[in-house]
């Protein structure tokens, strides 16, 4: 079905091609994960799929990529619309309708599909994917994991015979995700769809893959099963680290799988080792208290009068299914958002945030959204890194500093919108925190980075944590909570249901429990850093 016959893309006055001699054939009813270090060119093979990549992005392909018969060196990507589907890292980026019924209609409209069955795929694609209740909403209403999967169920109803998705479930609670995976799997079973998918979530997607592909930093690439690429992979998810540390063969690539093999394990880890205790919640100064909020959008109440304390030294994870309110507390407390009741206190003197210019409100709370080129404008990033330190006053190169701590080797001469999306929110990332504000809010902070860069990010909300900020990240990311937060907050229907210490929250959720807390249930094991500290322990 997809034949990429050796392969080079190269942008113009790049040093050295993106993709080097790559040579793979992806057959038909095959799911294929593509996989790799942020920044690698995983967008970049995606693109070449549908001819996206030359005849779009620019650069030069040398080689061939043939799709179901056709040569994209002589079919352009409208061409090809009728065979490949497209769902890009920001799906608002895609969007062409208002409303969501109109959209997941559009791409049938272009392709002439009569008015009767059109409707008939409207109605299945709302079903498949659980958004029924949405039909009417505007698009721009939605929350992120909402827009991904009407971005999904809108390429969907155009019924191509491939898919290509970029980062398909970075928006997505846990239980989206899988809902939408295994709507996936569907269409690759018994429809015999071909999809080719780059994801960072390894945990929540290498157990479906037929085929991984791995892009190297230097631009090769190697195509094989998932036990074969996880041996030379320099990203894994924790469930595959896990066997690694114990030298288990073959590899586990599921939770089901390591949990057959750690008997022995948890037996070691019981006798040798003491269960991890949790650490007891920062307790400094309180630096944002929240009462009784409330936020409303027309009739929908997406916010509950909520109370929230955000102490010195904390680092909070505010979690939840999508649409439960997360991205809407963070907005109304940070002051920039709706806020239809309640009070906000930032800082010692316990001032509205809402009632400062917004220069001296980004000195109290920063945010970074989940689409954070909202926040970019000039067209380089060392521009962009420039203005961030001379508005907070920081000395030259804290911007770049904090990025390159992040994220390093970003082109200072690039422009943010051909940075991947990892990339362009470190960016945002840096610039928010030069200000060095008291509280620092984050909204899904680790779409699109990749295992490394997200080591690297939670040292560096660790160190924020020790210099007596404030951290608070809404996220969906499991394994990145595990590691990095002291406090979980859990959102539903714009209400808190659960707070408390990270063990004690996630690891009673078979929701937002870990891998490796669901491998050794019921001990409170959270990372495999955890049990390899353990193991050393005992052996020593």
């Not at 080689?63 to 490949?84: I, Q, S």
Request: glycine share 8%; aromatic share 2%.
């Amino acid at each position: 079905m997809i034949e990429f016959d050796r392969v080079t893309v190269t942008y113009a006055d790049a040093a050295a091609p993106v993709l080097r001699d790559v040579s793979l054939v992806i057959p038909e009813g095959e799911l294929c994960l593509v996989v790799g270090s942020t920044g690698a060119g995983k967008s970049t093979l995606l693109g070449a799929i549908n001819g996206l990549v030359p005849h779009f992005t620019g650069g030069t392909l040398a080689g061939r990529v043939v799709v179901a018969g056709r040569d994209t060196r002589t079919h352009r990507p409208r061409d090809l619309a009728e065979v490949v589907g497209v769902v890009v890292q920001d799906p608002v980026q895609g969007f062409v309708a208002d409303t969501v019924e109109e959209e997941l209609a559009y791409a049938m409209e272009q392709l002439a599909v009569p008015a009767a069955v059109m409707r008939k795929r409207v109605e299945e694609t709302l079903d498949l994917f659980g958004i029924a209740e949405l039909r009417n909403r505007p698009v721009r209403t939605l929350s992120g994991g909402q827009q991904q999967r009407v971005a999904i169920g809108a390429v969907l109803t155009a019924h191509p015979r491939v898919l290509v998705l970029d980062e398909p479930t970075s928006a997505l609670d846990p239980g989206a995700a899988e809902d939408v995976l295994a709507a996936i799997g569907r269409l690759v079973h018994d429809l015999g769809v071909t999809v080719v998918m780059a994801e960072h979530r390894l945990e929540r997607v290498i157990e479906y893959a037929d085929s991984v592909v791995h892009v190297a930093r230097d631009g090769t690439v190697q195509h094989g099963t998932p036990g074969e690429i996880m041996r030379i992979s320099d990203v894994a998810p924790p469930v595959v680290r896990l066997g690694q540390a114990l030298a288990w063969e073959p590899l586990p690539l599921s939770v089901r799988d390591a949990r057959r093999r750690a008997q022995s394990l948890r037996e070691l880890l019981d006798r040798h080792a003491d269960a991890p205790v949790a650490e007891p919640i920062p307790a400094g100064a309180c630096l944002l208290s929240a009462r009784r909020v409330v936020v409303r959008y027309g009739d929908t109440v997406a916010v509950r009068e909520v109370d929230l304390d955000l102490h010195a030294g904390e680092t909070l994870a505010l979690m939840g299914r999508n649409g439960s309110g997360k991205s809407s507390l963070l907005w109304a407390v940070q002051g920039s958002g709706a806020r239809q009741g309640g009070t906000v206190a930032a800082g010692l003197d316990g001032v509205d945030p809402a009632l400062l210019a917004p220069v001296e409100a980004r000195r109290l709370v920063g945010l970074v959204p989940q689409s954070p080129g909202d926040l970019l404008y000039l067209p380089t990033v060392g521009e962009e890194c420039a203005l961030a330190d001379r508005e907070s006053g920081s000395a030259r190169g804290t911007c770049r500093a904090i990025l390159e701590r992040i994220v390093p080797g970003i082109d200072p001469d690039a422009h943010p919108r051909d940075l991947s999306e990892g990339q362009r929110l470190a960016l945002a990332l840096a610039v928010q925190m030069c200000p060095r504000p008291a509280v620092m809010l984050l909204d899904e902070p680790t779409r699109g980075l990749d295992e490394s860069a997200k080591h690297r990010f939670a040292a560096f909300v660790a160190e924020l944590a020790a210099e007596g900020h404030a951290v608070v990240i809404a996220t969906h990311d499991v394994e990145f909570v595990a590691v990095a937060a002291d406090r979980v907050v859990v959102l539903a229907d714009g209400e808190i249901v659960a707070d408390g210490p990270t063990a004690d929250v996630v690891v009673a959720s078979p929701v937002f429990a870990p891998q490796v807390a669901k491998v050794l249930h019921p001990d409170p094991w959270l990372s495999v850093a955890q049990v390899e500290r353990a193991l050393a322990g005992a052996r020593s």
